[in-house]
């Protein structure tokens, strides 16, 4: 009797987790980091001088990580550097973080290209202040047809974005591009 009842409990936990999707938490201690190595804000910099002076921080970054599926926690998403692809299996997670951002609107493009996930986004911004606010969210639903979502985020000229994924189905893939511009 113990043994189905401490079975029951099991099954009863596994199937009572929460649906949402996830928040910037994760994406936020990276953020912090970043505004510590970048220093004080200056909007007076180019962006092509800053690349140069977060080429450091990138190679270590991607050295370590390869912004690959191994990857453990959020990858870099250079804003004007193209695509990053992946996937997410059943109930993980992905985060994206980008560098302070030179423009004050900036449009991101999440592309579902295939798998049948639901999945919720979650995008937040951080300031130098260290203050993260949630900016939009969404969820991608389950279903097989591509989706391509475009966010336009105003007023995020000096902050970092913050773009966390999580996959809201047990057995469903979702593998999507996404791109900062």
Same mark, same amino acid.
């Given at each position: 009797?113990?043994?189905?009842?401490?079975?029951?409990?099991?099954?009863?936990?596994?199937? @009572?987790?929460?649906? =949402?999707?996830?928040?910037? *938490?994760?994406?936020?201690?990276?953020?912090?980091?970043?505004?510590?190595?970048?220093?004080?804000?200056?909007?007076?910099?180019?962006?092509?001088?800053?690349?140069?002076?977060?080429?450091?921080?990138? *190679?270590?970054?991607?050295?370590? #990580?390869? *912004?690959?599926?191994?990857?453990?926690?959020?990858?870099?998403?250079?804003?004007?550097?193209?695509?990053?692809?992946?996937?997410?299996?059943?109930?993980?997670?992905?985060?994206?973080?980008?560098?302070?951002?030179?423009?004050?609107?900036?449009?991101?493009?999440?592309?579902?290209?295939?798998?049948?996930?639901?999945?919720?986004? &979650?995008?937040?911004?951080?300031?130098?202040?260290?203050?993260? @606010?949630?900016?939009?969210?969404?969820?991608?639903? *389950?279903?097989?047809?591509?989706?391509?979502?475009?966010?336009?985020?105003?007023?995020?000229?000096?902050?970092?974005?913050? &773009?966390?994924?999580?996959?809201?189905?047990?057995?469903?893939?979702?593998?999507?591009?996404?791109? #900062? =511009?």
């Amino acid at each position: 009797m113990k043994k189905v009842i401490l079975l029951f409990s099991i099954v009863l936990f596994a199937f @009572t987790f929460t649906a =949402e999707a996830q928040n910037c *938490n994760q994406g936020a201690k990276l953020a912090k980091k970043t505004w510590q190595k970048f220093g004080p804000w200056k909007p007076d910099i180019s962006l092509i001088p800053f690349k140069q002076s977060t080429k450091k921080i990138k *190679n270590a970054w991607n050295w370590i #990580a390869s *912004n690959g599926g191994a990857n453990i926690g959020p990858r870099y998403l250079e804003i004007d550097g193209g695509n990053e692809n992946g996937s997410i299996t059943g109930q993980t997670k992905r985060t994206f973080v980008t560098h302070p951002s030179f423009n004050n609107n900036v449009k991101l493009t999440i592309n579902k290209y295939d798998g049948r996930a639901k999945t919720g986004v &979650v995008i937040c911004v951080q300031g130098k202040d260290g203050v993260t @606010t949630q900016k939009t969210s969404y969820i991608f639903p *389950n279903d097989r047809n591509g989706k391509v979502k475009t966010f336009n985020l105003r007023n995020v000229k000096g902050k970092i974005i913050i &773009v966390a994924m999580k996959n809201l189905s047990v057995g469903n893939k979702f593998k999507y591009r996404i791109k #900062a =511009e």
